[in-house]
């Protein structure tokens, strides 16, 4: 989905690196997400935001953090990456304004390799 | 937590319907169903939503059972490019999708 964007879309970098990765939606919406996606699973909720300064914990928040200052931005930060912290991470948006249960839409994921 | 099972993988043939189960059997009365499909490594793309009743829309239709506790996305006239990972994800009280493994669907010519 063109209108939320993730960068980089490819990252390889070492154990014990700082790491941010980055999501922007032209979307308008005021819900963001973080996720993660080990190969053949499917995606585990990391952290979520429902509006500017709101930061909520999802399933697996243990080595990460999040930034949310502006409607259209929302970054994760790995403060020291571990091999384990390799996966495909995406960013999702959604809109409450019409109900609670609208859908997220996706970016296209960064792939992140952590040696 | 509501949590989904499905099937690991599934074929079906070129125009014809392809119709993929999803358990959801703890559910609760105000939970919705989510579908989703993965191409590739792609980010995940929506297509239909539902609460109780059957929903159709340009991509899919979604049966839900009475009881709530399994729901089945149809395809009705599959293409190849309908080959993806399909999910089917339940939303919680906290608004957040708690996601399965999916179901690989392969369509063959």
């Known amino acids: 989905d063109a209108d939320v964007t993730q960068t980089p879309r490819n990252r390889i970098t070492k154990t014990g690196k700082r790491i941010m990765l980055e999501c922007s939606q032209t979307?308008?919406?005021?819900?963001m997400y973080w996720y993660r996606q080990d190969p053949g699973l499917g995606l585990r909720l990391i952290y979520y935001s429902f509006d500017v300064k709101d930061i909520n914990k999802g399933e697996i928040s243990d080595g990460y953090s999040v930034s949310r200052q502006a409607q259209a931005k929302f970054s994760l930060s790995l403060e020291s990456a571990i091999p384990n912290q390799t996966a495909l991470y995406f960013c999702?948006?959604?809109?409450?304004?019409?109900?609670?249960?609208?859908?997220?839409?996706f970016g296209d994921g960064t792939r992140l390799s952590i040696l | 937590d509501a949590k989904t099972t499905q099937p690991p993988s599934m074929d079906c043939a070129e125009g014809r319907a392809a119709n993929l189960p999803c358990n959801h059997s703890t559910i609760s009365g105000n939970e919705y169903v989510y579908w989703y499909r993965q191409i590739h490594s792609q980010g995940p793309q929506y297509i239909i939503h539902g609460l109780k009743n059957n929903e159709t829309n340009e991509m899919a239709s979604l049966i839900i059972t009475e009881d709530r506790k399994s729901s089945t996305l149809i395809l009705p006239h599959a293409t190849l490019r309908d080959t993806a990972v399909y999910y089917c994800?339940?939303?919680?009280?906290?608004?957040?999708?708690?996601w399965g493994a999916g179901t690989k669907l392969i369509i063959k010519p």
């Open positions: 994800t339940v939303m919680d009280s906290n608004y957040q999708l708690i």
């Open positions: 999702a948006t959604s809109d409450p304004r019409i109900s609670g249960n609208q859908p997220q839409h």
């Open positions: 979307k308008g919406h005021d819900r």
